[in-house]
């Protein structure tokens, strides 16, 4: 239902300061799985500040840089973030983690 996402999107746009890292990932996530690059919901959290990288699990962040893939956003400042992330963090990656980050950054990095 569009209205649905509509509404989703604007509540994003409103309330993105208060998600927490989880919250980043499972949203994108959701559009993404749904094909839905919505530019309220990329573009806003894609401004998040950078601390969010900080305290992204592995498995978050890989799902967050899959998710921005996706719908094929390039979100800066949050996509540089959550690569420094992923580095700092990569002994920690399972093989699925490391996939996802690498399938994102050779398809958005083209």
Do not use: Y
């Not at 927490?20 to 749904?34: G, H, I, R, Y």
């Amino acid at each position: 239902d569009d209205r649905l996402f509509s509404a989703i999107a604007l509540s994003c746009g409103e309330t993105a300061a208060t998600f927490n890292t989880q919250d980043l990932s499972n949203l994108t996530w959701a559009f993404a799985t749904l094909r839905r690059n919505d530019p309220v919901v990329f573009d806003t959290l894609a401004a998040t500040p950078p601390r969010i990288g900080a305290g992204l699990s592995p498995q978050a962040t890989s799902n967050t840089l899959w998710a921005f893939a996706v719908v094929a956003h390039v979100g800066e400042p949050l996509f540089g973030t959550l690569g420094r992330a992923a580095r700092r963090r990569v002994h920690k990656c399972n093989c699925q983690n490391l996939a996802n980050i690498i399938w994102a950054f050779a398809t958005l990095c083209r």
